[in-house]
């Protein structure tokens, strides 16, 4: 059973940072596309970045500048780093993974809240 679990989230002041990290089991994140998005109360579901090992990650413009994605093959984990956070950061993040060939994602983690107070 192929499962991700997306953690890292809490509560964080504006102009902080947070790491949240994506862990896979019954997949091999290196084989995936690894995607990070967010969603706030009362709004759409939106894109922060894909990254596919071997490639330079894409960064939607919510996310660059700021968030920033790396891995560990060996902990099968795929991270996002967010710095200079504000409260517009707000929502619950979550991460998926598609084969690279791929533009649908096939798994979806369960998410992890991220609150920024200001």
């Known amino acids: 059973e192929v499962q991700l679990q997306a953690s890292g989230g809490g509560l964080v002041q504006a102009g902080g940072s947070l790491r949240l990290s994506c862990t896979a089991s019954?997949?091999?994140?290196?084989?995936?596309?690894v995607g990070w998005f967010r969603q706030a109360p009362g709004k759409e579901r939106e894109g922060l970045s894909c990254?596919?090992?071997?490639?330079?990650?894409d960064y939607t413009d919510s996310a660059k500048g700021r968030f920033t994605t790396s891995s560990d093959s060996a902990k099968n984990t795929v991270y996002l780093q967010m710095n200079s956070l504000v409260p517009e950061d707000t929502a619950v993040y979550y991460c998926?993974?598609?084969?690279?060939?791929?533009?649908?994602?096939?798994?979806w983690g369960q998410g992890t809240q991220v609150t920024v107070s200001s």
């Open positions: 019954g997949l091999i994140l290196d084989d995936y596309g």
């Open positions: 990254s596919t090992r071997g490639y330079t990650p």
């Open positions: 998926a993974a598609r084969r690279r060939w791929k533009s649908e994602y096939d798994y």
